[in-house]
């Protein structure tokens, strides 16, 4: 008996030992198994690694997977060229066509963006290929300034796309004789000097830019000024074009609202690749954490935004269309249906800069009373803004800076970001850098210059134009840019679809509503 136990329990232990060996085994060769079969997918280009995907070191963007890959031809490799890009690992973006962004005229829709503008090429640059990654096909800059000098026209003519009209006494004569600088419904702005004048030139630009954008086939019309980005959020991909494809067709204008950058340093150099933080339009937040938070979020300001919070807009090109000052479009044979947008907005970057300050007061020769600012500046704190930069030191301007402008108080900060009053927007951020990183906007400066002037060069040529240029903006004596108010619609990814109203007169810049408009309109509600 006692031997028949031993070898029962022999027979027991080696049969467990063969299970455990068996069972390590597959343990063992399972997961090599597994990782041969991935390998193998992934180099047969079956299976898309999502770690991979989205490190920081791949650059590709949402939705991006189906488009082609740039092919680069051997012939195109001589050594007397420019890599476009700098370096062999070409970043993809929507519509990537090389570093020209050239996009074929096959795609739909067009889009078109037209803007005045006397900026230069650390401000234009990064302003036009960001927004050639998101869609946009045309660009039409009416120039002056910087803008129009030699060394920056130079570089921007050479990109595919991009249409320069500058600011001669032609141009102004033949203006002059417009339909709109005829009628009376923009009559309100003229004779006025800056902000007034702007706002006048910037409407008899984008009645032109109708003309140029229906010439070349664009199927919508966007007026942004070179500080501001359009953020297209809600769509699968990070597209403007997936933007408005997706509006209906009965959509005549597509309004965004605007976010304004709230910066946290008084330092910034290049404001879209260093602000990330914005205050949210108040179209895209309940009205009691808008109102709850007002105070809060102004900072003794006199508004909650420092400049205009009705948004700009898009157009869909067609027949009658024309301007409505520079925030919205009109047309003169019907009401245009319209549309505001739930998540897509303007970034505007106001103040982002220190310099901000100085560079608005050296364009305008406005006293710097209290009066007198009025004549100059539709909204208030542009006015305060101007009479500071007038009359107090570099140090009593740089305080004021950062005490009105600049975010400093992390816990406030925090507060409003949890309340939803300040968001964090990095893809423009992103973007911007991976193309400079990329090399695209020196490739295009080398592009551009000729042989005898080096790359330092230029660069150094630009800067002393930029240090040494006038600011003045030229010559009908009555206009300049500005910008413009519609009607408080609102609804879902549209906000609202409605039709709008006629507007006998253009609307001036307007700022969102303050408390007096929910004293008002609890009021209202009460008697209701």
């Not at 067009?110 to 005045?116: G, L, Y």
Request: charged share 20%.
């Amino acid at each position: 008996m006692a031997g028949h136990h031993s070898s029962s329990s022999s027979s027991a232990s080696s049969s467990f030992q063969t299970f455990a060996s068996r069972l390590l085994l597959l343990l063992t060769v399972l997961p090599l198994t597994l990782a041969v079969f991935a390998f193998v997918l992934q180099w047969r280009g079956g299976l898309n690694d999502p770690v991979t995907r989205w490190s920081p070191n791949h650059h590709e963007f949402p939705g991006m997977g189906s488009l082609p890959r740039p092919v680069v031809h051997a012939s195109s490799r001589s050594s007397d060229c420019v890599d476009p890009l700098g370096q062999s690992r070409s970043p993809s973006f929507p519509y990537y066509r090389d570093w020209k962004f050239d996009y074929a005229s096959d795609l739909r829709p067009q889009i078109c963006i037209q803007t005045s503008t006397s900026a230069g090429l650390e401000q234009t640059l990064p302003w036009i290929f960001y927004h050639k990654v998101i869609g946009v096909s045309n660009f039409l800059l009416f120039v002056e300034g910087q803008a129009a000098s030699p060394n920056v026209t130079k570089v921007l003519e050479t990109i595919p796309g991009v249409k320069l009209i500058h600011r001669t006494r032609e141009l102004e004569e033949q203006q002059a004789k417009s339909r709109i600088w005829n009628e009376t419904w923009l009559s309100s702005f003229f004779y006025k000097p800056c902000n007034y004048e702007l706002f006048v030139k910037q409407s008899l630009n984008m009645e032109m830019a109708i003309v140029m954008a229906r010439e070349a086939g664009m199927d919508w019309i966007i007026h942004l000024d070179t500080d501001e980005l359009i953020y297209p959020a809600g769509t699968r991909e990070y597209s403007l074009r997936q933007l408005l494809s997706d509006v209906p067709g009965d959509a005549d204008m597509v309004i965004f609202p605007n976010y304004e950058s709230s910066v946290e340093r008084d330092d910034i150099k290049e404001p879209f690749s260093e602000v990330s933080m914005f205050k949210k339009n108040y179209d895209h937040l309940p009205k009691d954490v808008y109102f709850g938070n007002y105070r809060e979020a102004t900072r003794g300001n006199p508004n909650y935004y420092l400049t205009y919070g009705n948004g700009k807009s898009a157009a869909r090109i067609q027949d009658h269309l024309r301007p409505n000052g520079a925030h919205r479009w009109h047309n003169y044979m019907k009401t245009p249906n319209e549309i505001k947008l739930e998540e897509a907005a303007i970034l505007h970057y106001t103040y982002p800069k220190f310099s901000d300050l100085t560079s608005r007061r050296d364009r305008c020769g406005c006293k710097p009373t209290k009066e007198d600012v009025k004549r100059c500046f539709m909204l208030e704190f542009d006015r305060v803004a101007f009479i500071i930069a007038s009359t107090a030191t570099q140090d009593e301007m740089l305080s004021w800076y950062r005490e009105r402008i600049v975010w400093t108080d992390k816990a406030l900060n925090l507060k409003l970001l949890r309340k939803g009053i300040l968001t964090r927007i990095y893809a423009p951020m992103i973007i911007i850098q991976g193309l400079r990183e990329s090399g695209v906007f020196s490739s295009v400066i080398a592009s551009a210059v000729k042989v005898t002037l080096s790359k330092d060069q230029f660069l150094l040529s630009v800067e002393s134009s930029n240090s040494s240029r006038e600011t003045t903006y030229g010559a009908i004596t009555s206009r300049k840019i500005g910008k413009t108010f519609d009607s408080q619609a609102t609804a879902r990814k549209f906000l609202e679809f409605r039709a709008n109203t006629s507007h006998p007169l253009a609307v001036a810049p307007l700022s969102p509503p303050g408390l007096d408009d929910f004293s008002f309109e609890t009021q209202m509600f009460s008697k209701s």
